[in-house]
């Protein structure tokens, strides 16, 4: 009596994969009525049985409790010893040697969370995708971008000029090869002066030469928020003649993107060329002393509430109040706090 096995070999990572079936016959061709014997099999202990506990046997069929990975032996192989009963008292036990043949093993990654500043491009490198790959010397290929964005754009500059330019901007199931990615080209671009943590979110795939990962993974963006600098714009005002025009805050036409913040104070860069700006500190309408401004100087915005910040035109002058100025400097640098983000 003698088993034969249908197939002794396995292609890598087959799970529970029908390896073999059994034939038990006799070796004459007499003795009809025991070719009809209903044979059955079992794993049983003996040289060879090293594998059984990870095969199991259904019927006439030998499968694998689980992946058989050809990386996991260092010969490929497993082995397991079969023993097969006629029913009749017959019995008969032989070790076999199961062969796992190599298959490529699909990649695999990671979610990932990278942080930019606001208004600051983030660059990714090759590494913040963490491919992986059970197969010894195979490395990340390419990036699929399986979903972008929903805010802001990731690109890949092709020009590495950081703007994005006709046909630079990503879509869905895009392509971004290692060697772009290493070049400082894939890119992601914060709205202006947008920021949030975390700020938007985009899913890719990673490819090994022969095959992308089964799965997509999740690039998390957090956009850190820095202090904006606030902006004017410049203003003509009036007066009558021999009469102090008294000047108030939002007459600076302060501006700024940071939610809450406001004019802190107000730094004079350059005094007008006639009359005379000064902080009226006693509010007695009379420049005294120490009270002229000079290039430079800072009025809080603390004083321009409390009408201390006023300009005195000649006795007499007649004409528009921006003339007293000269032209570069009908225009005021205001500053605020920076606040402890």
Same mark, same amino acid.
């Given at each position: 009596?003698?088993?034969?096995?249908?197939?002794?070999?396995?292609?890598?990572?087959?799970?529970?994969?029908?390896?073999?079936?059994?034939?038990?016959?006799?070796?004459?061709? &007499?003795?009809?009525?025991?070719?009809?014997?209903?044979?059955?099999?079992?794993? /049983?202990?003996?040289?060879?049985?090293?594998?059984?506990?990870?095969?199991?046997?259904?019927?006439?069929?030998?499968?694998?409790? &689980?992946?058989?990975?050809?990386?996991?032996?260092?010969?490929?192989?497993?082995?397991?010893?079969?023993?097969?009963?006629?029913?009749?008292?017959?019995?008969?036990?032989?070790?076999? /040697?199961?062969?796992?043949?190599?298959?490529?093993?699909?990649?695999?990654?990671?979610?990932?969370?990278?942080?930019?500043?606001?208004?600051?491009?983030?660059?990714?490198?090759?590494? #913040?995708?963490?491919?992986?790959? #059970?197969?010894?010397?195979?490395?990340?290929?390419?990036?699929?971008?399986?979903?972008?964005?929903?805010?802001?754009?990731?690109?890949?500059?092709?020009?590495?000029?950081?703007?994005?330019?006709?046909? #630079?901007?990503?879509?869905?199931?895009?392509?971004?090869?290692?060697?772009?990615?290493?070049?400082?080209?894939?890119?992601?671009?914060?709205?202006?002066?947008?920021?949030?943590?975390?700020?938007?979110?985009?899913?890719?795939?990673?490819?090994?030469?022969?095959?992308?990962?089964?799965?997509?993974?999740?690039?998390?963006?957090?956009?850190?928020?820095?202090?904006?600098?606030?902006?004017?714009?410049?203003?003509?005002?009036?007066?009558?003649?021999?009469?102090?025009?008294?000047?108030?805050?939002?007459?600076?036409?302060?501006?700024?993107?940071?939610?809450?913040?406001?004019? &802190?104070?107000?730094?004079?860069?350059?005094?007008?060329?006639?009359?005379?700006?000064?902080?009226?500190?006693?509010?007695?309408?009379?420049?005294?002393?120490?009270? &002229?401004?000079?290039?430079?100087?800072?009025?809080?915005?603390?004083?321009?509430?409390?009408?201390?910040?006023?300009?005195?035109?000649?006795?007499?002058?007649?004409?528009?109040?921006? #003339?007293?100025?000269?032209?570069?400097?009908?225009?005021?640098?205001?500053?605020?706090?920076?606040?402890?983000?």
């Amino acid at each position: 009596m003698t088993v034969f096995l249908t197939q002794n070999s396995v292609v890598d990572r087959i799970h529970r994969l029908i390896l073999m079936a059994f034939v038990c016959f006799f070796g004459f061709s &007499a003795a009809p009525s025991v070719e009809a014997d209903t044979h059955t099999y079992s794993l /049983v202990s003996g040289a060879g049985d090293s594998d059984n506990s990870l095969f199991e046997i259904v019927g006439n069929q030998l499968k694998a409790k &689980a992946s058989l990975n050809y990386e996991d032996r260092v010969d490929h192989q497993y082995y397991v010893r079969i023993q097969t009963d006629d029913g009749n008292g017959g019995t008969y036990s032989e070790a076999f /040697v199961i062969t796992v043949t190599d298959a490529n093993d699909p990649p695999t990654a990671s979610n990932n969370t990278v942080s930019t500043n606001e208004d600051t491009d983030k660059v990714f490198a090759a590494s #913040e995708f963490n491919f992986s790959d #059970e197969d010894s010397g195979d490395t990340l290929s390419q990036v699929q971008i399986t979903s972008i964005p929903s805010a802001g754009t990731l690109y890949n500059d092709a020009n590495t000029d950081g703007v994005v330019d006709g046909g #630079e901007a990503l879509s869905n199931d895009d392509v971004v090869t290692k060697a772009h990615i290493d070049a400082n080209r894939l890119k992601f671009k914060p709205a202006a002066n947008g920021n949030g943590s975390p700020y938007t979110t985009f899913d890719f795939k990673v490819h090994d030469g022969t095959e992308y990962s089964a799965s997509s993974y999740t690039m998390t963006i957090n956009v850190t928020s820095v202090q904006d600098a606030p902006t004017a714009a410049n203003n003509t005002l009036s007066t009558n003649e021999d009469t102090d025009k008294t000047f108030a805050a939002s007459e600076f036409n302060f501006s700024d993107v940071d939610t809450g913040d406001t004019l &802190a104070q107000v730094q004079i860069t350059a005094i007008p060329g006639t009359g005379t700006l000064f902080n009226d500190a006693n509010t007695d309408g009379v420049v005294d002393g120490g009270e &002229a401004l000079s290039n430079d100087d800072v009025v809080p915005v603390a004083d321009i509430n409390n009408n201390q910040l006023k300009f005195g035109s000649s006795l007499n002058r007649v004409g528009r109040f921006g #003339e007293g100025f000269p032209p570069s400097s009908r225009r005021y640098i205001a500053y605020v706090p920076i606040p402890t983000r």
